[in-house]
């Protein structure tokens, strides 16, 4: 990426002036002076006869001038100002440099008799010529600044904006001109603090006093800043590193405000800035992405580059923006230079975005200029391209790999790690290429950071490259940096060195002892790879194992089956018999078992059969055997196998024949053997009508025969079942009460759960249970809480205390909740209107962890839940999203509608989410019910999303089946209609009409209001027209709106009071005024004027989760058009905005700047 940027000094030509004289003869230099002046005049594209003529005479007779007459030297430096201005247009450029350069050497012996002025002049042609005389410059320079106390500023700013555009200045120049330029800062406009600013950065002139006292100034002056200066100025100081807040946030307002007169140029160079000093601010990004979308087709090579860099730096994704920016590149893309090119792949990379046109384009570009890359070009290169399927990527990285044996002595560390990391995940094994990089990487490994040196031994290791020399200062720098490393650090060195067998007993001593420290971190496939690499080496460290076992049994279930395989084969092969270990592998083993490729299973089966774990093979026998036995076993054998086979899991085939046999023998069986059973069946999820019937029947008979613990059983099998239980629940309920004591926790929440599936409970039992499940809630484990809450609120009994404590507890165990769990419990608070904030928050953060993996249905609930309460967990939301795009089309059409109200509740909003829910919603229109169908539209109004393809799938819906929508949703869909100003025809005003007018004795104030907005936004005549005959449902509608009470808000009194007394205004204001066309309340108006107040906060704003940006809602925005269709001028004050206004004076002026002239 360019970091110096040549600004030019722009000053506006002088007005046209007369054609002058020309000698006969001999020229002066006064008579140059003026001839050069009436060239640089003229506005004509042609030059006269006599002005072509007389700037050839001055261009052949200057050079002997400069000799001999002495009488005008005094007008060398503006002879010189005006040749660099014409070079390049009127003068050839090569005419010009001879010229500035013969004046230079001219005038090098004179400079102390020049004026300051005069001295600024010749310096600033000087460089803008690209005359390399640096010492007649520094020179120049030297001049102003000894004299710098008669200087204007422009004179001083420009003495140093033309050292900064030569690229060098002597040091103790530097530090003079710096601290004259200190001295005189307060002196400065905003155009020389931004050429100052910019010179001294070109020049790499770090001095935090001079940038600090130049962004002070800017700060005081900040309403000058122009696109220009803004973008020059934030340049100058993230090329140099130096970060002042004050002086970033007013360029970030100031470019916001003029955002329009930005051109690509300084757009890109503005985002490059902030992006460098890692300050992201998303509001100047939002400008930014509209005026770059505007701009596009006019952005450049280094723009689009720039731009893209600084958006993928700061992690702020939009999918318009880069798509837009990529179609630019790909036109563009013979234009990239090296570095742009593998820029541009890196940011797309970064940001997760691999368009295949673009990555085909950039590789092609790379092959022309492929000689020109450097290491850091390749080592990005390399690193965005894996992943990328590119045709002919072997030659693509076979290309790389030559070129970087060219630039080889100029990798670093990073871009070592980066490159072998990149080839060794494309799998491209290329030992010539790898010794190159070993080589360079022992030349720096002291540069080697934990990653650098993960990457590499990583990288070495999957390709199966040995460098032995290589690893040993791997080694080396791995304990250097021992209390640096991470768990994936520590797992890839160990894992490297154990797959290629180099022992280093030194380096595997600093792992194992630094293991423990970060064994929190690891994850499965660390721990594998650990212990696998220790016993590789047949090292046995105690403590390190000890720690990898406590953090296998706490991770197991995320084990896939080769960290299994690997885990079981390390231990065993150490000899290290650890039961717990074990058995959790085995547990995990038997839930993922169709998973395991050949090589795991041989490895498993070795480990086990190793370390004579034989729990496998002993319930596999005895399944075998129980079912050559069944017709033998009688009720109590039955109770007990259901438990042990359950328990371990035993094939679905031991159940079928034991199902058979419980059905034989049913009357048999005690409450206890009943109740193992019913837990066994419905424990493996085994389903069977006629089991579980007579099941119900026996337990009928046993009912009181039931001890606490058997009636949980019993209740909740037959509930997981879904046989009809008859009239058990009841009879099982009056057995609660005298068992009451003997509940368990986990009683407690099964027999509520079970009872709230088929009935509501009643109080009596209801009570009870609450006050006992208080007493007990320390039992309670996540499935309990989350049961307990369910059956509850299924039941629709609101028990503050419960549930209070059920938050307490919740909160205490939610380390151990799941989504569903998290899913459950927050409908179950949400269905009560019970609010918890801190449950609620604590909700949230747990599942933004475990969410990724949920599926939509859990998704829908929490989000519904969250929705409901109004929750605006803007990082949870976060998390939901990206996460339903994934499983949208498992969404069902109540799960869509629910997502979609939930973040419309809550005014937030996801555009790839709700573009996913539109086109699912679309393709399964005919699946949702009126009431989804009008819910789902309703979430796309109020977020302002208008999916033209979606609302026109909802009024094909609705005009089809127009009888099927109840009058709400009638009202609901047609007030989205026109939050949206969707388009529709009279057929479907007319079916909208025939429903509402219909069942409008039916219709609720709500209903009647969204009627009232739906037919203004249509238009009252075209509603007459087709409605004729029908005023008086019409009346009602606008009733319901004037009936509505304004709510005014305290800030609202304050807005008024302002007006009213410390304002002057020609146009009264008045409280209260309601529009009569729309029947909107204004709460502060000037009727005359038609201007209205409206104050605003967060409720009425939707937020864009990606961008952070804040746009009015559906509602806001319809009362805003409706209101504007009929003459009123609306002024939206935002609360947040209001409240940073500290003093009545400051509000009194912030009205003032905002309120039409006219009003005041």
Same mark, same amino acid.
């Given at each position: 990426m360019s970091r110096r940027v040549a600004w030019r000094r722009l000053r506006p030509f002088s007005s046209a002036a007369p054609e002058p004289d020309i000698p006969a003869g001999r020229l002066t230099l006064a008579h140059c002076d003026a001839l050069l002046n009436g060239v640089r005049g003229t506005k004509h594209a042609e030059l006269t006869d006599r002005l072509r003529r007389g700037l050839a005479m001055v261009t052949d007779q200057l050079p002997d001038l400069l000799k001999d007459d002495r009488k005008h030297r005094y007008k060398l430096p503006h002879i010189a100002a005006k040749l660099s201005n014409l070079g390049g247009t009127r003068i050839d450029p090569f005419v010009t440099r001879r010229l500035i350069q013969e004046i230079a050497r001219s005038?090098?012996?004179?400079?102390?008799?020049?004026?300051?002025?005069?001295?600024?002049?010749?310096?600033?042609?000087?460089?803008?010529?690209?005359?390399?005389?640096?010492?007649?410059?520094?020179?120049?320079?030297?001049?102003?600044?000894?004299?710098?106390?008669?200087?204007?500023?422009?004179?001083?700013?420009?003495?140093?904006?033309?050292?900064?555009r030569s690229g060098t200045c002597d040091k103790r120049l530097a530090d003079d001109l710096a601290r004259r330029c200190i001295q005189h800062v307060n002196l400065f406009d905003m155009r020389y603090l931004a050429l100052t600013a910019w010179a001294f950065s070109s020049l790499r002139f770090h001095n935090d006093i001079l940038f600090q006292a130049i962004a002070g100034r800017a700060v005081e002056v900040g309403d000058s800043f122009c696109a220009q200066s803004a973008s020059m100025m934030a340049w100058a100081f993230a090329n140099v590193?130096?970060?002042?807040?004050?002086?970033?946030?007013?360029?970030?307002?100031?470019?916001?405000?003029?955002?329009?007169?930005?051109?690509?140029?300084?757009?890109?160079?503005?985002?490059?800035?902030?992006?460098?000093?890692?300050?992201?601010?998303?509001?100047?990004?939002?400008?930014?992405e509209r005026r770059v979308l505007d701009l596009a087709d006019a952005f450049n090579a280094t723009n689009i580059t720039n731009t893209i860099w600084a958006f993928a730096t700061l992690g702020i994704f939009s999918s318009d923006l880069f798509a837009a920016m990529a179609r630019r590149a790909i036109l563009d893309i013979d234009r990239f230079k090296p570095q742009e090119l593998a820029n541009t792949a890196w940011a797309y990379a970064t940001i997760g975005l691999k368009p295949n046109d673009l990555f085909e384009a950039i590789a092609q570009r790379s092959v022309a200029c492929v000689s020109? $890359?450097?290491?850091?070009?390749?080592?990005?290169?390399?690193?965005?391209?894996?992943?990328?399927?590119?045709?002919?990527?072997?030659? $693509?990285?076979?290309?790389?790999?030559?070129?970087s044996s060219a630039v080889i002595d100029t990798f670093n560390a990073q871009g070592i790690g980066n490159t072998v990391w990149a080839y060794a995940t494309k799998g491209i094994r290329d030992p010539d290429m790898f010794n190159l990089l070993a080589g360079r990487a022992m030349a720096i490994i002291d540069t080697f950071n934990q990653q650098n040196v993960s990457n590499t031994a990583w990288a070495f290791a999957k390709l199966g490259i040995t460098d032995f020399d290589l690893f040993d200062a791997l080694a080396r720098r791995t304990m250097a940096l021992i209390g640096d490393m991470n768990a994936q650090g520590l797992s890839n060195v160990a894992w490297a060195f154990g797959t290629l067998r180099i022992r280093n007993n030194d380096l595997f001593r600093a792992i194992a002892e630094r293991t423990p420290d970060v064994i929190g971190s690891f994850t499965a496939q660390n721990v594998s790879n650990m212990a696998l690499a220790f016993a590789h080496m047949e090292i046995n460290h105690a403590p390190m194992f000890s720690?990898?076992?406590?953090?296998?049994?706490?991770?197991?279930?995320?084990?896939?089956?080769?960290? +299994?395989?690997?885990?079981?084969?390390?231990?065993?092969?150490?000899?290290?018999?650890?039961?717990?270990?074990?058995?959790?592998?085995?547990?995990?083993?038997?839930?993922?078992?169709?998973? $395991?490729?050949?090589?795991? +299973?041989?490895?498993?089966?070795?480990?086990?059969?190793?370390?004579?774990?034989?729990?496998d093979n002993l319930f596999q026998s005895l399944g075998t055997r129980a079912m050559a036995t069944m017709d033998t076993c009688n009720a109590q054998d039955i109770g007990n196998l259901a438990r042990a086979f359950a328990t371990m899991r035993v094939s679905d085939d031991v159940f079928a024949v034991m199902a058979r046999r419980t059905i034989d023998i049913i009357g048999t069986f005690t409450a206890h053997a009943l109740a193992n059973t019913a837990w066994g069946f419905a424990t493996v999820d085994f389903h069977d009508d006629a089991l579980f019937t007579a099941i119900v029947g026996r337990a009928s008979e046993l009912v009181e025969s039931f001890n606490a613990q058997g009636v949980a059983?019993?209740?909740?099998?037959?509930?997981?079942?879904?046989?009809?239980?008859?009239?058990?629940?009841?009879? +099982?309920?009056?057995?609660?009460?005298?068992?009451?004591?003997? $509940?368990?926790?986990?009683?407690?929440?099964?027999?509520?759960?079970?009872?709230?599936?088929?009935?509501?409970?009643?109080?009596?039992?209801?009570?009870?249970?609450?006050?006992?499940?208080?007493?007990?809630?320390?039992q309670f484990d996540v499935s309990d809480l989350v049961n307990l809450s369910w059956a509850f609120a299924t039941s629709g009994l609101a028990e503050v205390d419960l549930f209070a404590t059920v938050a307490r507890e919740a909160i205490r165990k939610m380390a151990a909740f799941e989504a569903s769990h998290l899913a459950d419990l927050s409908w179950a608070f949400a269905t009560t209107r019970i609010a918890n904030v801190d449950l609620f928050r604590a909700i949230g953060e747990r599942a933004a962890q475990v969410l990724p993996s949920s599926s939509a249905q859990t998704i829908a609930n929490l989000a519904w839940a969250f929705g409901s309460m109004v929750v605006r967990?803007?990082?949870?939301?976060?998390?939901?999203?990206?996460?339903?795009?994934?499983?949208?089309?498992?969404?069902?059409?109540?799960?869509?509608?629910? +997502?979609?109200?939930?973040?419309?509740?809550?005014?937030?909003?996801?555009?790839?989410?709700?573009?996913?829910?539109?086109?699912?919603?679309?393709?399964?229109?005919?699946?949702?019910?009126?009431?989804?169908?009008?819910?789902?539209?309703?979430?796309?109004?109020?977020?302002?999303?208008?999916?033209?393809?979606?609302?026109?799938?909802?009024?094909?819906?609705?005009?089809?089946?127009?009888?099927?929508?109840?009058?709400s949703s009638v009202a609901r869909t047609a007030w989205s209609l026109a939050a949206l100003d969707h388009e529709v025809d009279d057929q479907v005003v007319l079916s909208i009409l025939q429903r509402a007018t219909t069942c409008n004795s039916t219709l609720s104030i709500e209903d009647r209001t969204h009627l009232h907005e739906w037919r203004v936004s249509i238009g009252c005549d075209r509603i007459g027209r087709l409605a004729a005959g029908r005023p008086d449902a019409f009346e009602?509608?606008?009733?319901?709106?004037?009936?509505?009470p304004p709510q005014r808000s305290a800030m609202e009194y304050e807005v008024f009071d302002i007006l009213m007394q410390n304002m002057h205004t020609t146009h009264a204001f008045t409280l209260d005024v309601r529009c009569p066309e729309t029947g909107y309340p204004l709460h502060i108006a000037s009727v005359d004027t038609r201007m209205a107040i409206r104050c605003t906060g967060r409720a009425e704003h939707v937020t864009e989760l990606a961008t952070g940006g804040v746009v009015l809602d559906g509602a806001a925005q319809l009362k805003r058009r409706l209101l504007t269709r009929h003459g009123w001028t609306l002024l939206d004050i935002d609360a947040q905005e209001w409240n940073t206004l500290r003093s009545i004076n400051a509000k009194r002026h912030f009205l003032m700047r905002h309120l039409p002239v006219y009003t005041l």
């Open positions: 005038i090098r012996g004179d400079i102390k008799d020049l004026s300051v002025k005069q001295a600024s002049t010749m310096a600033h042609a000087l460089a803008k010529s690209g005359v390399g005389d640096q010492s007649v410059l520094e020179a120049l320079a030297s001049h102003v600044l000894e004299n710098s106390r008669d200087a204007d500023t422009r004179s001083l700013a420009d003495a140093v904006w033309a050292l900064g590193g130096i970060r002042n807040d004050k002086l970033f946030r007013t360029i970030s307002e100031k470019s916001s405000a003029c955002m329009d007169l930005y051109r690509p140029q300084g757009i890109a160079l503005l985002a490059w800035s902030f992006a460098t000093l890692r300050i992201k601010d998303l509001v100047l990004f939002k400008h930014i020109e $890359f450097n290491s850091i070009d390749i080592a990005h290169m390399a690193w965005a391209f894996t992943g990328v399927p590119i045709a002919n990527d072997d030659v $693509f990285f076979g290309m790389l790999r030559n070129r720690a990898l076992e406590r953090r296998a049994l706490g991770l197991i279930d995320t084990f896939n089956e080769q960290n +299994l395989a690997n885990l079981a084969w390390a231990y065993a092969s150490l000899s290290l018999n650890q039961r717990a270990l074990f058995s959790a592998v085995a547990r995990r083993t038997a839930a993922i078992a169709k998973s $395991f490729s050949h090589q795991s +299973l041989a490895n498993l089966a070795w480990a086990f059969s190793t370390v004579g774990f034989a729990d059983i019993v209740a909740w099998a037959v509930a997981r079942s879904g046989v009809d239980p008859g009239d058990l629940f009841r009879r +099982l309920e009056h057995r609660v009460v005298p068992l009451m004591g003997g $509940f368990t926790g986990r009683d407690i929440a099964n027999t509520s759960w079970a009872l709230a599936t088929r009935a509501p409970m009643t109080q009596t039992v209801s009570k009870m249970i609450a006050r006992h499940a208080i007493h007990f809630i320390d967990d803007a990082d949870l939301f976060r998390t939901i999203a990206p996460r339903s795009v994934g499983v949208i089309d498992e969404f069902t059409g109540r799960n869509l509608s629910n +997502l979609a109200w939930a973040f419309a509740r809550v005014r937030l909003m996801d555009k790839p989410l709700f573009s996913a829910i539109a086109k699912r919603a679309v393709e399964s229109i005919g699946d949702l019910n009126p009431e989804e169908v009008s819910y789902l539209a309703w979430a796309f109004a109020v977020t302002g999303n208008n999916e033209h393809d979606l609302f026109d799938a909802v009024v094909r819906r609705l005009v089809a089946d127009e009888d099927a929508f109840d009058v009602s509608w606008s009733d319901a709106m004037r009936c509505n």
